[in-house]
């Protein structure tokens, strides 16, 4: 689904929500669309089960407002399913809701209650988002952990606790924002919405006493395990599901479900049922269950002021909309185990989507679990597609920079020929709080930098003149060379996170900062002293996701800024299964290379967040071995995102190296702005059906235990990537060269540099060597991979779209023939047309193997018309496909439209002569330099363009270059065809 930012008459769109201008959905929406015949209420009316789809049904308990919940919430976006029927029985022993594959048992037995004074415990687990009890400053001596349950149960102001053992830990007493924790006394009580709720009591002072080991807690925001040697747990009067421990799933009866046709137990309900990570593609689980923790309505508008129209009840008045009241028990199961071949389901799409709902029958494992996460999306929402211009270059640097500095290094990359989009300033346009170089090494704070006015400075939404005399003059010289802005702000709460005060505050400080300096966005950094505290129980981190996303979007909305694309630079590490709705995310600082390949790669999958990444060349300046891995890496992922500091630390800019560094970082980074097009795509298709850019190889491989690795990936569709300075058996040698072990998967891969192919068989580990200028990186064959030409531009707004290459690797091996379908899309650029539209390139053919009879081969490309979401468009792109033939291979024949096109030594000009109506064509075969002469020589630069020859080891290259002919304006305006024939001869060995 694209999701649109858009005013129109009445109304105002915001994050696929409409905001009515009368008001009349100010505290709710519209009734769901969902069959009546799609849901049961039983046991007296408490539990209410609804089959939402053949594979995901949800079981809600009543709320405390005497209801079942069916307006849209924090976590469930979509309340329009097409419902499959359900028919109830009951028997001496429970309720059945039953549909034609699934059963739903309720039991008549109620659950036991926890006695007085117990807690629930998780081993191992610590406490996530918390502040101490102001009863507990200092924590307390206890001797087990049954004895801190007993403190925090005497405790009224007491939600969760941490035990320690006999080891003292370092725990904050305090943060400044624990005296903001939205409206409730703990972070998982029914709040009272009649009153505003004053500032919780907090500690003034206080740390940790010798061997203290137990910390009552008077907030939390969640658990998060692999913590060795603590244990936390909840009071009995916290028992919910939020809680995150116990039995009883929060309804007071054991739920089940069950398979129909053979009635073997698919799960049992409890508070500890699901988690926020979706289970991996090769997981044998049979459900997987979602709890939407803490449950509460958001308006439309989100977290900004409410329109002026808006009605919202008195009750809710102090909430600015939000509705936290009617929280309760409440499931999402998906049924995995009717994913796939068994399973015979109604096709139906999502409203504004072209992806349909899991399908019929014959799907794969991969399949299955596309399904299971497209269902996911169906109810939790898509990822919103990000700029264009995010896919290229960032820098920051924490750093007191001045504005002709600033000016100067902008003129430096664009000097040096660096691609760049995106130049943004760490906390120092505040003049705020900062650090200074300590003479003896390290860093300090700046003198005076706690007194009382350097920390009011801190707060608010004043920037600096000091060092930078204009800064909105500033932003308007990084807009004039395309390059966009972006602040990190240390928010500082001034009230609970929905009070009108807080709201408005927030409200007019970013915007301020959006309208009269210019930037372009927000970077939420709650990595800091303090910061905002979460709100109704969620983690700061996915609560200031959406807080900073729904200001920008209804900043752009209302100010003519219609092209623009909301997005929010903020950390990775909230867990809430909705946190992938606010891209973009980072994992926060000093993270090396491995942990930024790792989490890039396994959060795509767990938490389906395409946008994952990390500093790139961490904090602290490295060599120039390790910088360059980094780049590399950084190039062949989701984000390119160069960050470095403090402020005594040097920059990473390249030039800041030496030349042959900065080459390397100019080709590397130059590579990732050719495949521009491509990139942009594989964002549109996050956004669609939540494929990441960055891939696990398990989501194609699943049936193969190596490609859960999380130390390689691919990049989009045909480009395998193992970064260098991590994997298994990584060694550096002296002069920068590594290797590493790799596992291929099943299939042909070309080494782009030298051109070998490599076949992989499933479960092989090769080892791999690459001096310093080359990475550990195959195209795929049988894919297609699509670039720009021209490679003047250093923006991604600057590039010239009108020419593009497609790169295509039809050859595979093997015993017989060999049938392609492959399909890849192109969009259009941001800002060239008001929808993202598509045009479509297809390979397909019969192409023969190494061992076979039949040596000829005939491959098909065809171009679509460009469609976007109203009406065709003409375009006046033109092409150039570039197919790579095996290294004993040559062309037969080319045609375009069916016409004969000539085909011409490598070497010559254009000829003249048309093909059709509209287009002008010709083709030429490149050969490698090396061919001739039999040997080996050099590399060849990856996606080097038109007129570049094949690698050494490569086979030649087939080049139909098309274009507009004589510029008369005609454009063409129905499907184009190519059609290469050609034929294998025996194999030439070279050494």
């Not at 979401?869 to 062309?891: C, D, T």
């Not at 075969?925 to 061919?931: A, F, I, P, W, Y």
Request: a negative charge.
């Amino acid at each position: 689904m694209h999701v649109l930012l858009v005013t129109v008459i009445g109304a105002v769109f915001v994050q696929g929500h409409v905001v009515s201008s009368n008001g009349e959905n100010g505290g709710g929406e519209d009734v769901p669309i969902l069959p009546p015949t799609a849901e049961a209420v039983i046991m007296q009316g408490s539990i209410r089960i609804q089959a939402l789809s053949p594979t995901l049904f949800r079981i809600e308990a009543k709320g405390p407002n005497g209801g079942f919940e069916d307006r849209t919430t924090f976590l469930a976006v979509n309340r329009s399913w097409p419902g499959v029927e359900v028919s109830v029985t009951e028997d001496d022993d429970g309720v059945n809701v039953s549909t034609a594959t699934v059963v739903v048992r309720v039991s008549k037995n109620p659950y036991p209650k926890p006695p007085k004074g117990s807690c629930i415990f998780n081993n191992d687990t610590k406490l996530t988002g918390f502040a101490r009890s102001a009863n507990y400053c200092n924590g307390t001596i206890v001797s087990s952990a049954a004895e801190c349950c007993k403190a925090c149960s005497g405790d009224n102001l007491c939600v969760g606790f941490m035990y320690t053992g006999q080891h003292s830990a370092d725990f904050p007493f305090e943060t400044i924002e624990s005296a903001f924790h939205n409206n409730s006394v703990g972070a998982f009580r029914q709040p009272d919405p009649s009153v505003e709720d004053p500032p919780v009591p907090r500690c003034k002072s206080g740390g940790n006493p010798p061997h203290t080991n137990c910390y009552p807690m008077g907030i939390f925001s969640g658990f998060q395990k692999n913590s060795p040697g603590v244990t936390s747990g909840c009071p009995s009067r916290d028992t919910s599901a939020a809680c995150g421990g116990g039995s009883d799933p929060g309804f007071g009866h054991d739920v089940t479900l069950h398979d129909k046709a053979t009635g073997a137990l698919l799960t049992r309900l409890k508070a500890t049922s699901g988690g926020s990570s979706l289970p991996s593609p090769s997981d044998t689980t049979l459900t997987w269950t979602l709890q939407d923790t803490p449950r509460f309505y958001a308006p439309p508008w989100g977290a900004t002021p409410p329109p002026a129209t808006a009605k919202i009840p008195p009750a809710l008045a102090n909430y600015s909309g939000y509705d936290p009241t009617n929280d309760a028990p409440d499931y999402y199961v998906f049924v995995m185990a009717h994913y796939g071949p068994t399973a015979a389901r109604p096709v139906h799409e999502h409203p504004g989507s072209s992806v349909p709902h899991p399908g019929p029958r014959g799907w794969s494992t991969a399949d299955a679990y596309k399904a299971l996460r497209r269902e996911f999306l169906l109810l939790t929402g898509h990822t919103p597609l990000i700029p264009d211009y995010a896919f290229g270059t960032w820098f920051t640097w924490w750093h007191n920079y001045t504005q002709s500095e600033a000016e100067g290094e902008i003129k430096r990359w664009i000097h040096d020929k660096l691609p760049l989009d995106t130049w943004g300033m760490d906390m120092n346009w505040r003049d705020n709080c900062s650090l200074v170089h300590k003479p003896q090494g390290g860093y300090a704070w700046k003198d005076n930098c706690m007194n009382a006015s350097q920390v009011n400075r801190d707060h608010f939404y004043n920037y600096t003149t000091n060092l930078f005399p204009n800064m909105a003059e500033f932003i308007a010289f990084e807009h004039k060379h395309n390059i966009k802005s972006y602040f990190n702000d240390h928010p500082f709460p001034v009230g609970p996170q929905t009070s009108p005060e807080e709201i408005s505050f927030r409200w007019e400080g970013l915007t301020s900062v959006l309208k009269n300096i210019g930037i372009d966005w927000w970077w939420l950094d709650t990595n800091w002293r303090f910061s905002i505290p979460g709100a109704f129980g969620l983690d700061n981190i996915v609560w200031g996701g959406h807080l900073y996303s729904t200001v920008q979007a209804r900043f752009n909305a209302e100010n003519g800024r219609t092209d623009e694309r909301a997005m929010v630079l903020h950390m990775s590490s909230s867990t809430h299964p909705a946190h992938h709705r606010f891209p973009v995310w980072w994992t926060g600082d000093d993270k090396g290379l491995s942990y930024s390949v790792s989490s890039m790669v396994d959060l795509a999958v767990t938490d389906v967040k395409p946008y994952v990444h990390s500093d790139c060349g961490s904090d602290a300046r490295t060599d120039n071995v390790s910088y360059l891995r980094w780049i590399q890496h950084c190039a062949m992922g989701s984000i390119l995102r160069i960050h470095g500091g403090p402020p005594d630390y040097p920059s990473h800019q390249p030039w800041s190296y030496d030349t042959a560094t900065e080459d390397i970082f100019r080709t590397f980074v130059g590579m990732r702005y050719k495949l521009m097009p491509t990139l942009v795509a594989a964002g549109h298709t996050a956004t669609e059906d939540g494929t990441p850019l960055v891939r696990r190889l398990d989501l194609e491989f699943p049936d193969f235990p190596p490609a859960s690795n999380n130390d390689q990936y691919l990049l989009t569709d045909d480009i395998l990537v193992a970064p260098l300075g991590t994997g298994t058996n990584a060694h550096t040698y002296p002069n920068g060269t590594m290797t590493r072990d790799v596992w291929i998967p099943p299939g042909d891969w070309q080494d782009p540099f030298g051109g070998n192919i490599i076949s992989g068989n499933g479960s092989a580990m090769r080892s791999v060597t690459r001096p310093i200028d080359q990475m550990a990186l195959w195209y795929r064959h049988g894919g297609l991979i699509v670039c720009v030409q021209e490679t003047t531009s250093t923006s991604v707004q600057a590039q010239d779209w009108s020419r593009l290459v497609v790169e295509a690797f039809p050859r595979t091996t093997g015993a017989g023939r060999t049938s392609i379908d492959t399909r890849r899309s192109v969009y259009q650029k941001q800002y060239e047309h008001h929808m993202p539209a598509r045009t479509d390139v297809r390979m397909t053919g019969s192409v023969a193997t190494d061992n076979g009879t039949d040596t000829s081969s005939s491959l098909l490309f065809t171009i679509s018309n460009v469609y976007d979401s109203v009406a065709a468009i003409p375009s006046n792109r033109s092409w150039v496909f570039r197919v790579h033939l095996a290294p004993h291979e040559v062309v037969r024949a080319v045609t375009v439209n069916g016409a004969p096109v000539r085909t011409i030594p490598a070497d010559r000009g254009r000829p003249h002569g048309n093909v059709g109506e509209a287009f002008s064509a010709y083709a030429r075969v490149l050969e490698s330099m090396n061919s001739v002469a039999n040997t080996i020589v050099g590399v060849t630069p990856p996606i080097g363009g038109v007129g570049t020859p094949p690698p050494a080891r490569g086979g030649s290259i087939v080049e139909v270059l098309l274009s507009e002919a004589h510029g008369d304006g005609q454009v063409q305006s129905t499907p184009l065809t190519i059609e290469i024939k050609s034929r294998l001869f025996p194999r030439r060995v070279l050494p």
